[in-house]
């Protein structure tokens, strides 16, 4: 005789079960995951049996494979747009060097003369220095020659004594070998020449377009912000003004920094190769301003062919001491220069600097070096605003439009402060 439904007999274990009889087992049932389709007392499927950490691992990596796809066609498409990008980037920075003193000048004058007396003075002085350089180079062309005619000999002097011993007229048979070399593979130089003649050409575009933007950046470069931003949806135009202007503050702190710390640079050591006497001291200091526009390795660049000039014209004791000034400048440049100019506008690690120049300079050359640390420093700028963005969207999170909320101890002002209280709804001290 069945039970009646809802009733249960006596011993069941849970609604509709039968009492296991005395002496028998229970028959065993095997637990189910949850959203497994496998049949009970089945095998698992074949997704249950890979381990969680291989599956994580797997996830990971098609993910980071995409990424890398993604990456490598977008330096790709940057590689085919080399020559607008390098304009932009020139204009950019042509843009954050003069745009306070635009700013100044537009005080007493329209904004348009500012601009156009901006790069008036700027061709002025870029013209002085070049023809102050040409000029020095060609007055002491003829002493020159007759030192480093002099100095190739010390040199050769040098190298059969101790501790080198080498054979004597090393140096005059490297001479009569880069000669040879130089006639045997002329054609190639012709043709190397004629390419980078075409490389001029299209650098000369590049700076009369770099020009050309910046014109329009310096005079109304606000509104052209205030209209690519009309062209976002209204509820993202708030985060991208904040990311951009923390972007601008970077690069054109970067930009002013780096040419404040090139300029101190070409200072000390224009100062200390007068003091030894090396000569071509003018275009060795324009050297080292401009090797200084690329961080950690630019300036030891600068001051080793400064030490080759020396080592020619000046023997091996000067120009052993013009070595020493790259541990001096790299010094003064690490731990006073960095953290005092651009301490408050790029704020990475000086490991994280080496990796960015190298990196730019094995996929782009000089100019990647030049352009890395910049991107760099812009795209890190970037990721912390909008972390602070995200931050002040979180519950709790304190917004910069919105006041701070009242410390702890402070009365509230009037009926709606009071209601805003969370003591009263959630049994804090007021609601005890």
């Not at 066609?73 to 060097?97: G, H, M, W």
């Not at 003649?197 to 109304?220: D, K, P, Q």
């Not at 709606?416 to 709804?425: I, N, Q, V």
Request: charged share 15%; net charge positive.
């Amino acid at each position: 005789m069945s039970p009646r439904p809802g009733h249960e007999p006596p011993g069941s274990t849970g609604p509709g079960r039968w009492a296991v009889p005395l002496g028998s087992r229970r028959p065993r049932v095997t637990p189910r995951r949850e959203g497994s389709t496998a049949p009970p007392g089945g095998r698992a499927p074949s997704a249950e049996r890979v381990p969680a950490g291989l599956r994580t691992a797997a996830g990971y990596a098609w993910r980071l494979g995409l990424l890398g796809v993604g990456a490598y066609l977008l330096v790709d498409v940057l590689t085919r747009l080399e020559l607008p990008l390098i304009a932009l980037f020139l204009a950019l920075v042509v843009t954050s060097v003069l745009r306070p003193l635009v700013d100044l000048l537009a005080r007493v004058t329209p904004r348009s003369l500012a601009v156009l007396l901006a790069f008036l003075c700027t061709i002025v002085v870029i013209g002085g220095v070049l023809t102050l350089v040409g000029t020095t180079v060609a007055d002491e062309w003829n002493r020159l020659g007759n030192e480093l005619r002099g100095g190739l000999g010390r040199i050769d002097r040098w190298l059969t004594g101790s501790p080198f011993h080498l054979r004597p007229g090393t140096v005059t048979d490297l001479r009569a070998k880069i000669g040879e070399f130089i006639a045997a593979h002329r054609s190639t130089l012709v043709s190397t020449a004629l390419s980078g003649a075409g490389r001029a050409v299209e650098l000369l575009t590049g700076v009369a377009l770099a020009v050309f933007c910046s014109v329009f950046f310096l005079h109304s470069g606000d509104r052209m912000w205030s209209w690519a931003q009309q062209q976002l949806p209204t509820g993202s135009r708030t985060v991208w003004d904040r990311a951009g202007r923390a972007a601008w503050r970077t690069f054109a702190g970067y930009t002013r920094g780096v040419l404040i710390v090139a300029a101190t640079n070409a200072v000390l050591v224009g100062i200390a190769l007068s003091i030894l006497g090396v000569p071509l001291v003018l275009p060795l200091t324009v050297l080292e301003f401009v090797a200084a526009l690329i961080p950690l390795i630019g300036s030891p660049i600068a001051l080793a062919v400064a030490s080759v000039v020396a080592l020619a014209a000046r023997g091996p004791v000067i120009a052993l001491l013009v070595l020493a000034l790259i541990v001096v400048i790299g010094q003064i440049e690490g731990h006073l220069l960095h953290p005092l100019v651009l301490g408050w506008s790029v704020r990475i690690h000086p490991v994280v600097i080496a990796l960015s120049v190298t990196g730019g300079a094995v996929l782009a050359g000089v100019l990647g070096a030049v352009v890395a640390v910049p991107v760099v420093s812009v795209a890190w700028a970037v990721i912390g605003e909008l972390r602070d963005i995200r931050a002040e969207r979180a519950p709790g999170g304190r917004s910069r439009s919105r006041p701070a909320p009242p410390a702890a101890g402070d009365r509230p002002h009037g009926r709606k402060d009071e209601r805003r209280r969370p003591g009263r709804a959630e049994g804090g001290k007021d609601g005890r």
